[in-house]
């Protein structure tokens, strides 16, 4: 089936600094990645729609200049924190999908910002 | 109004029971439903998807979808107390939208 690898599981970062995180689909050609935040005790939000090539579409309250998306193959997407603060701390998780209804998970990548 | 919506919760069943799962949603226009399965501190992972009314049954696992109600609900029969974990409803349309989850305990 599908796999989608997302790279680091975890990490630890001083505030100010910045993180990226990698989601790749291993075995197929994502038309679609979407980035998602979720935070304990709650539901996955999604912040983010990329799609190969062009520029990505951020759901309301996400700010672009923070959370830096690049798509830059069908199979890569990038998401970088940049100038990390506490409140970012949060489990991110990348889904791409390859057509149709396929969505198809990170193993997600938890995020302590210090 | 939320987009999806599961308002029941926690949920604690006894081992082999049934533990009946709801969520509604707002926007009629979607085509696609899945039911999610997250371990804690883990990713989602599928449990079922259901496009058309009615039944569909994968093992254990029934997804009932009612749209004219607006309402997708997943049945587990003979509850395992591995099946504890939230269960997260979401609704495709040109992105998959969550709903906050539902925590069921399946108690040995």
């Known amino acids: 089936g599908a796999v989608v690898s997302q790279h680091p599981s975890w990490v630890i970062c001083k505030s100010g600094t910045s993180v990226k995180i990698e989601c790749r689909s291993l075995?197929?050609?994502?038309?679609?990645m979407f980035w998602y935040r979720q935070f304990p005790k709650q539901s996955l939000m999604l912040m983010a729609t990329?799609?190969?090539?062009?520029?990505?579409?951020?759901e309301q309250g996400v700010e672009k200049d923070k959370f830096l998306i690049n798509h830059a193959s069908l199979t890569l997407s990038t998401l970088t924190v940049t100038s990390a603060h506490p409140e970012d701390s949060s489990f991110y998780i990348c889904?791409?999908?390859?057509?149709?209804?396929?969505?198809?998970f990170g193993s997600g990548t938890r995020l302590t910002v210090v | 109004q939320k987009e999806v919506e599961q308002n029941s919760g926690p949920l604690s069943v006894p081992e082999g029971a049934i533990a009946s799962l709801n969520c509604t949603y707002s926007?009629?226009?979607?085509?696609?439903f899945f039911w999610y399965r997250q371990y804690s501190g883990k990713s989602p992972e599928l449990i079922m998807f259901?496009?058309?009314?009615g039944d569909k049954e994968d093992g254990r696992f029934t997804a009932q979808l009612n749209k004219a109600s607006q309402y997708v609900s997943l049945l587990i029969r003979d509850s395992q107390p591995s099946d504890s974990a939230t269960y997260l409803c979401?609704?495709?349309?040109?992105?998959?939208?969550f709903g906050k989850g539902i925590t069921l305990s399946v108690r040995p």
């Open positions: 075995d197929f050609q994502a038309t679609t």
């Open positions: 926007d009629r226009g979607s085509q696609s």
């Open positions: 979401a609704v495709a349309n040109s992105k998959l939208t």
């Open positions: 990329s799609n190969e090539g062009s520029k990505a579409t951020y």
């Open positions: 889904s791409a999908r390859e057509g149709g209804d396929g969505y198809t």
């Open positions: 259901i496009y058309s009314n």
